[in-house]
């Protein structure tokens, strides 16, 4: 497990500072020494990993190093996280134009996309990420001096596997001999559905209807050794449902992690301040055929513009341990999330037109305060969990969110009886957390850019300060 967590993390590294230098712009201040530092760590405690998980079976305090090592990673994955979301938002706003030259056009362009969107980017671009990498390399020069004291074996250049390590960026210059135009999107070139026996392809865009040199999205269809990360994006030029319906995703068993990207459409000059219920539609039927296979373990949706996210498919993903919900800005009520039996990280951004998240984010049912459940428990004689697994929280610019309810009175229901880390960012309108955090297992909990949450959870002098004082690590700016 560690090893696979550590590996996860050199990648990312490497992909966000590709990335970075593909936007022409630093989002992090002095990102390739924090990368340097923490890719340094992390090779040097890769070496030992193989050794490590061997000896954890017999000694506690090897276990126990792991333990911290694992938590570590889950942390700096968040932040990579973070990161990549501020590069995309970047992009977004490149490829919107922003239209300066003009305020007509300027204003027909944030009718299609929230406001916050645009906000959000400007705080999170000079909000302290670099701070945040520089904490946690702290905290992993501490854990890779640590790994001495065990006299734990280096496997490097031995006994470790090679791995292979490959990159879905490309150096325009040297693709289909279009030096001419580097500044031009590279698509997937045409044929490589043929490549059947394929297993790495880290990202799939579908070409323009005019790029007769591209794909299409049914070019997945044939792929069915893919394994590992697939992110899917340009769907805005899927023509129809049929198409997706060819990729035969839930046909790739070996698929771990799945990006779907929806992209924001063009803009329509004409009629500017309309979205389309047709494109609506369109999504979710879409979003309906791009089923996965049921193994998949991270699921990632951006740009969606339905008011629902719950495919016929979502909850028998049994297996899934991450969902990110990013740029959903229609989405109106979340799917039964606390259904899923091995989710450990939930992320959800900009979701901007919930205003309420009701007991159906929890799986339970609104009509009669939960009754069913309340006699699905008395029946089972055994209280129901919610989810049971879930470590890690996140929402971000939720900027309509105004409430967050709790339970009904009924005692036999748990509420994330592991929940570790809850961060709730740019969430003015939020005015309480509901009671079922208060009694959760939380080591960290971080309130940043909302108003009223952070008044009445203030240090000492907030009035619900008491509720959560006995949390560990609270930040609150």
Not at 221 to 227: A, G, P
Not at 233 to 254: F, I, M, P
Not at 384 to 391: E, M, S
Request: net charge negative; hydrophobic share 40%.
């Amino acid at each position: 497990m560690a090893v696979e967590l550590v590996s996860g993390i050199l990648t990312q590294l490497a992909t966000l500072i590709c990335k970075e230098a593909a936007q022409e712009v630093k989002l992090v201040v002095g990102a390739e020494e924090h990368v340097e530092k923490i890719t340094g760590n992390l090779q040097a405690i890769q070496a030992v990993l193989v050794d490590a998980e061997k000896k954890q079976v017999n000694e506690a305090t090897v276990r126990r190093w792991l333990d911290k090592l694992k938590q570590a990673s889950y942390d700096i994955d968040d932040v990579l996280d973070e990161w990549n979301t501020a590069i995309l938002k970047l992009k977004i706003e490149k490829e919107a134009g922003l239209a300066r030259d003009s305020s007509v056009l300027a204003k027909k362009v944030c009718s299609f996309i929230p406001s916050s969107c645009f906000c959000f980017s400007r705080i999170v671009h000079r909000h302290d990420i670099a701070v945040k990498i520089g904490d946690l390399n702290e905290k992993l020069e501490m854990i890779s001096t640590e790994k001495e004291r065990y006299h734990l074996n280096s496997t490097r250049g031995s006994e470790e596997p090679e791995r292979l390590i490959t990159t879905s960026f490309v150096d325009v210059s040297e693709v289909f001999g279009r030096d001419h135009d580097e500044n031009a999107l590279v698509y997937m070139p045409k044929g490589i559905g043929k490549l059947t026996t394929l297993r790495t392809l880290d990202e799939f865009r579908v070409s323009e209807p005019d790029y007769t040199d591209g794909c299409k999205l049914g070019d997945l269809k044939d792929l069915n050794h893919l394994r590992g990360e697939l992110s899917i994006s340009g769907l805005q030029y899927v023509s129809n449902v049929r198409e997706a319906e060819d990729a035969c995703l839930k046909h790739k068993k070996h698929l771990r992690s799945l990006t779907i990207h929806f992209d924001i459409p063009p803009i329509d000059i004409a009629n500017p301040e309309v979205i389309h219920d047709g494109r609506i539609t369109f999504q979710k039927h879409l979003l309906n055929a791009l089923e996965p296979h049921q193994d998949l373990e991270h699921l990632v949706i951006r740009f969606y513009s339905g008011t629902e996210v719950f495919p016929n498919w979502i909850l028998s993903l049994t297996k899934l341990k991450l969902l990110s919900l990013d740029e959903c800005p229609s989405l109106e009520q979340f799917p039964p999330l606390g259904k899923f039996p091995n989710l450990e990280s939930l992320k959800i951004y900009n979701v901007s037109s919930i205003k309420k998240v009701g007991v159906e984010f929890l799986g339970l049912e609104e009509s009669e305060g939960g009754q069913k459940q309340k006699n699905e428990c008395e029946n089972s004689k055994s209280s129901l969990v919610l989810f049971p697994k879930l470590k890690r929280l996140t929402f971000a610019a939720m900027e309509s969110w105004e409430e967050w309810e709790g339970l009904p009175t009924e005692r036999e229901i748990v509420v994330m009886p592991c929940l570790r880390s809850l961060s709730i960012f740019s969430c003015q309108k939020l005015k309480a957390l509901p009671e079922f955090l208060h009694v959760a297992p939380l080591q960290t909990l971080s309130i940043e850019w909302c108003q009223t949450l952070g008044q009445r959870y203030q240090r000492e002098t907030g009035e619900d300060w008491p509720k959560i004082s006995h949390i560990p690590y609270v930040l609150m700016r």
